[in-house]
């Protein structure tokens, strides 16, 4: 009985292991799962190509565990990060007479050069250890760049929630009763997805925001047949009829407003990666030694290489039309529980995800998702990008009583949150419009090695005199 729970505690797959062929597939289908949810979300609300968003995911993340040597197991899918920046862009005036097609192109430029930002980061850490990439991008920056991230993006997600954009039959007399119904179809989604987020456990777990939003249109669904409003979306003229068709690839233009807009997000996503990669470590050491493996894999010494991995996904991604990512922790909670870190069962599920995006019929069935639906999400997932901004910070143990972390902090918050709410995202600077996320970076990082010049010898003054002062008291009361 003791030999037969050892043997059951052992089960799993080391990063370099192959699980049988039918077992790799079914573990293949479930890591596309779960990445499937939020990297189309990206796509539907920055109105980037479902079918190349999902090709280009499954594309990068090839790219990423070739680059890395086969020695990190980590799914590569869009980055919620990027919305914003990516959204403002493509809404901006300068754009304002292009196609679709030729504002993503423009976009596309912006997320290829992204990814220099992240290859730098994996340089830097390579080099001098992870400690110097901490000092030019400490918590005090990366927590309240995600936490305006996520803020700068709430106006989109109330306004979708309520929004009949695009939707089907809806005659003039029923605008008020359709946006009634919205606001109902969006509420079942953004409370479904979290109480399925906090109660389901296990992989069912990892699939919140699957479930959420197919309950959202099951109800959008029961109003068309009881009431004959249509919230449903209408699908684009572009959209390809029949069984399979190729992505829509577009090629980069290049533009330094991209570059401005987009760059400097991947510093938001720096944390997030480094988080990543540290987790899989302590998992995937502990199922080495559980299966008395005598290989250590030494992933947190892997850091430059995965964050160099990130950037070249960036690249990649965007080279072909979609959007900016970052590696997925719903894939490494799912990989977590099933302890199966098998790098060839991501690349399975990587072709297995550039298959499904030449998949006409079901490419057309998430462009139809009401906005409503969408709306829901969006309010659950920004919200979950500031509270992660929140969390970069407590992890980090900021100390919220110091005078140079306070001002760096404040800079940042305000200069984003009021850029997007004052100029609608782009703020008029000596001739230029500057986006506000990217805005904010910038300042607080500046802003940050101004204030850490001399700290050192303060610190060395202020303990002088701690000490002195102890000293003094305990004169005292020898005395």
Known sequence: ????????????????ERPQFWKLLLYAIQQ??????????VALITGFHISTTIFASGLATICFILITKREIPLYYGSSFSYVTAIGSLMASETLANNTLNE?????????????????????????FGRNAIEKVLPATIT???????????AGNAITDACSLASAGAVLENQISLATNLAWV??????????????????????????????????VALIIKLATGIDLFRVLPETASSGIFALPIFTMPKPSWLAVAAIMPIAIATIPESTAHIYQLDIYINDLAKKKKSTKKYNLADKLGLNLIGDGIGDMVSGFVGGPAGTNYGENISAMAITKVFSTSVLIVAAIIAMIISCFTPLINIIYSLPTAVIGGLEVFLFGAIAAQ?????????????????????????????????????????????????????????????VLSIGPKKRKQIEENTELSNEHENLNVLHN
Not at 32 to 40: C, E, G, R
């Open 1 to 16: 009985m003791k030999e037969r729970k050892e043997k059951k505690e052992t089960i799993g797959y080391l990063p370099d």
């Open 32 to 41: 596309v799962i779960v990445m499937f949810p939020a990297t189309v979300a």
């Open 103 to 127: 504002k993503i192109a423009v976009a596309q430029f912006g997320i290829i050069m992204s990814g220099f930002v992240s290859i730098i980061a994996g340089l830097i850490v390579k080099k």
């Open 143 to 153: 927590g309240p760049v995600a936490i305006i991230i996520g803020l700068t993006l």
């Open 185 to 218: 179809v969006s509420l079942v989604t953004l409370l479904s997805t979290i109480i399925f987020s906090v109660y389901l456990k296990g992989v069912w777990g990892q699939l919140p925001i699957l479930f959420g939003p197919i309950l959202g249109c099951m």
């Open 389 to 449: 901004g929140m969390a970069i910070m407590i992890d980090k143990k900021v100390d919220m009583f110091s005078s140079k972390n306070i001002a760096v902090i404040a800079a940042i918050m305000i200069i984003g949150v009021g850029g997007q709410y004052a100029f609608g995202g782009n703020i008029p600077f000596f001739g230029l419009d500057i986006p506000c996320v990217a805005g904010a970076a910038i300042f607080g990082i500046l802003l940050n090695l």
